[in-house]
């Protein structure tokens, strides 16, 4: 067991110096997300929801921790067996690392010391244990201890001196040389139960396949433009920064999303049209994607010609809802594409971008089963009424969202009757979600409400159920309440 936290503890102290990615447990636990198929994947995110990383790191604890409890009892006259599950959670870890295409060679240090204390500390134990007094071992368990106490707690301060605060915190004020539209007081319909029409940048939904969040500071951050391109381009945050800069409103979703799901939310982006970026490195003919990389090794691929159709509006975004960019969601830059799902176009801490071929390369979620192509699907929710209310006069509200096309109208049915027309927010932009309430009548009891929203196109939303794989889930929202 002491031996297992020595190990860590030296790994993590390393990890410190090397890159937080380096850190065998975490590293590992990287491993895992990457290795996981698809369907544990999507009922780890169902289950735990956002918690689904704590419950990683919690499992792999305890599987560890009985592997250690295993290795001593197995170890109790000669250390042999002992050292060989330590040298098999080694390489574990050296793999892990080694699988990071974020992280150089030197990273393989953080795993390697964890291998050679684990080792180390077991041995010193194993002989303390064996032939010496009861009160010398003693010592030597406490020496062993404190060494892998203050080796965490020193790994842990100086990986958290590298992170991004103080350098966002430098960033100063980012001013819009054209700001978006003021929001009007009727955008949404929160007295009546749906979100704001902004969603505050700490309430705003969150995915990420890393389980650290990403650090880079702006000074050290730089964007490259490459691949099929007349010329390549380097940008510096600071060339960015200075370019006239524009604000959208944009709702981002996650395909990830089921029919009534959280993963929605929508904010001020501040940026660089991305188009007119692309346009100055001069897109070649026949560059069909735009394979954009963070570094943490996430990747998405995005058509070339949504990012520029005229009017699109995709950005390289470095402020959200008047601040810097939060940390968490991809300080100093991300892309956002309006319309389509974040997995092929809204990738964070972003440093790469590779206009290529489809056949050329496969980005993250593509490996794992999703589609090439991922258009954000007409949907809507119910947000109220929760739980029972009084009976008579029932106001239903929500939200309907059709990025980039527009909603034209939202329908709600209660207990299978007719569909009742809803009155709909003011529409902000055609990228932003649209909120809706309807008075319904309800006696006293047991009821179901149900919604459908049809875009400009004329497209109703289909009642046909699909899974959110491969490329986003469809089916009509249904709540139950109850009315007294
Ligand atoms: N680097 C990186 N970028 C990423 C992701 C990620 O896991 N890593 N997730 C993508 C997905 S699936 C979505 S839906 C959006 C979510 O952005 P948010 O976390 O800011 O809401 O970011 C995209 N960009
Ligand atoms: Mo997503």
Same mark, same amino acid.
């Not at 109703?460 to 309440?481: E, L, N, R």
């Given at each position: 067991?002491?031996?297992?936290?020595?190990?860590?503890?030296?790994?993590?102290?390393?990890?410190?110096?090397?890159?937080?990615?380096?850190?065998?447990?975490?590293?590992?636990?990287?491993?895992?997300?990457?290795?996981?198929? #698809?369907?544990?994947?999507?009922?780890?995110?169902?289950?735990?929801?956002?918690?689904?990383?704590?419950?990683?790191?919690?499992?792999?604890?305890?599987?560890?921790?009985?592997?250690?409890?295993?290795?001593?009892?197995?170890?109790?006259?000669?250390?042999?067996?002992?050292?060989?599950?330590?040298?098999?959670?080694?390489?574990?870890?050296?793999?892990?690392?080694?699988?990071?295409?974020?992280?150089?060679?030197?990273?393989?240090?953080?795993?390697?010391?964890?291998?050679?204390?684990?080792?180390?500390?077991?041995?010193?134990?194993?002989?303390?244990?064996?032939?010496?007094?009861?009160?010398?071992?003693?010592?030597?368990?406490?020496?062993?201890?404190?060494?892998?106490?203050?080796?965490?707690?020193?790994?842990?301060?100086?990986?958290?001196?590298?992170?991004?605060?103080?350098?966002?915190?430098?960033?100063?004020?980012?001013?819009?040389?054209?700001?978006?539209?003021?929001?009007?007081?009727?955008?949404?319909?929160?007295?009546?139960?749906?979100?704001?029409?902004?969603?505050?940048?700490?309430?705003?939904?969150?995915?990420?396949?890393?389980?650290?969040?990403?650090?880079? %500071?702006?000074?050290?951050?730089?964007?490259?433009?490459?691949?099929?391109?007349?010329?390549?381009?380097?940008?510096?945050?600071?060339?960015?920064?200075?370019?006239?800069?524009?604000?959208?409103?944009?709702?981002? $979703? $996650?395909?990830?999303? %089921?029919?009534?799901?959280?993963?929605?939310?929508?904010?001020?982006?501040?940026?660089?049209?991305?188009?007119?970026?692309?346009?100055?490195?001069?897109?070649?003919?026949?560059?069909?994607?735009?394979?954009?990389?963070?570094?943490?090794?996430? #990747?998405?691929?995005?058509?070339?010609?949504?990012?520029?159709?005229?009017?699109?509006?995709?950005?390289?975004?470095?402020?959200?809802?008047?601040?810097?960019?939060?940390?968490?969601?991809?300080? %100093?830059?991300?892309?956002?594409?309006?319309?389509?799902?974040?997995?092929?176009?809204?990738?964070?801490?972003?440093?790469?971008?590779?206009?290529?071929?489809?056949?050329?390369?496969?980005?993250?979620?593509?490996?794992?089963?999703?589609?090439?192509?991922?258009?954000?699907? #007409?949907?809507?929710?119910?947000?109220?009424?929760?739980?029972?209310?009084?009976?008579?006069?029932?106001?239903?509200?929500?939200?309907?969202?059709?990025?980039?096309?527009?909603?034209?109208?939202?329908?709600?049915?209660?207990?299978?009757?007719?569909?009742?027309?809803?009155?709909?927010?003011?529409?902000?932009?055609?990228?932003?979600?649209?909120?809706?309430?309807?008075?319904?009548?309800?006696?006293?009891?047991?009821? #179901?409400?149900?919604?459908?929203?049809?875009?400009?196109?004329?497209?109703?939303?289909?009642?046909?159920?699909?899974?959110?794989?491969?490329?986003?889930?469809?089916?009509?929202?249904?709540?139950?309440?109850?009315?007294?």
């Amino acid at each position: 067991m002491l031996s297992l936290a020595a190990a860590l503890a030296a790994g993590h102290l390393v990890a410190a110096f090397v890159g937080a990615g380096a850190s065998p447990y975490l590293a590992v636990g990287n491993a895992a997300i990457d290795l996981t198929p #698809t369907w544990l994947k999507d009922f780890a995110v169902s289950s735990f929801g956002t918690n689904d990383k704590p419950v990683l790191l919690g499992g792999m604890a305890v599987v560890m921790v009985l592997l250690a409890i295993l290795a001593g009892l197995i170890s109790r006259s000669r250390p042999l067996p002992g050292q060989i599950v330590i040298v098999v959670f080694g390489a574990v870890g050296i793999a892990a690392v080694y699988g990071r295409s974020d992280l150089g060679q030197l990273a393989l240090a953080a795993p390697a010391a964890s291998l050679l204390a684990g080792v180390f500390a077991f041995r010193l134990l194993h002989r303390a244990a064996l032939s010496q007094g009861v009160s010398a071992s003693r010592r030597q368990f406490l020496v062993v201890a404190v060494a892998a106490g203050v080796a965490g707690v020193v790994g842990q301060w100086v990986g958290s001196r590298k992170d991004a605060t103080g350098s966002r915190a430098a960033v100063g004020p980012l001013t819009p040389a054209r700001p978006a539209p003021p929001v009007p007081a009727d955008a949404d319909f929160a007295k009546l139960g749906t979100p704001t029409f902004i969603t505050p940048n700490s309430d705003f939904y969150r995915i990420d396949t890393a389980l650290v969040v990403p650090q880079v %500071p702006a000074e050290d951050w730089s964007l490259r433009i490459h691949g099929m391109v007349d010329r390549e381009l380097t940008f510096s945050y600071d060339d960015i920064r200075n370019r006239p800069l524009v604000e959208r409103i944009v709702t981002l $979703c $996650c395909v990830s999303n %089921p029919v009534g799901g959280p993963y929605i939310s929508t904010a001020r982006f501040l940026g660089v049209d991305l188009a007119e970026l692309l346009g100055e490195a001069g897109v070649q003919q026949g560059a069909e994607q735009l394979y954009s990389t963070s570094t943490d090794g996430f #990747t998405a691929g995005t058509p070339v010609s949504t990012i520029m159709e005229p009017g699109r509006g995709a950005m390289l975004a470095i402020g959200m809802n008047g601040e810097p960019l939060p940390i968490e969601h991809g300080f %100093p830059a991300r892309l956002l594409v309006p319309g389509l799902y974040g997995y092929v176009s809204a990738t964070k801490w972003v440093t790469e971008l590779e206009l290529t071929t489809w056949d050329a390369k496969q980005s993250y979620w593509l490996e794992r089963g999703w589609s090439e192509q991922g258009p954000i699907k #007409t949907e809507s929710r119910i947000d109220a009424p929760t739980g029972s209310v009084a009976a008579g006069k029932v106001r239903v509200a929500g939200i309907a969202w059709a990025q980039h096309t527009g909603i034209d109208k939202v329908e709600v049915q209660v207990d299978g009757g007719p569909w009742q027309r809803a009155v709909l927010s003011t529409e902000v932009t055609t990228d932003a979600w649209r909120m809706w309430w309807a008075e319904v009548d309800a006696t006293p009891g047991h009821h #179901t409400a149900t919604v459908r929203a049809t875009d400009r196109t004329g497209y109703t939303q289909t009642d046909q159920i699909a899974d959110v794989v491969p490329d986003g889930a469809t089916g009509w929202h249904t709540i139950t309440f109850s009315t007294r």
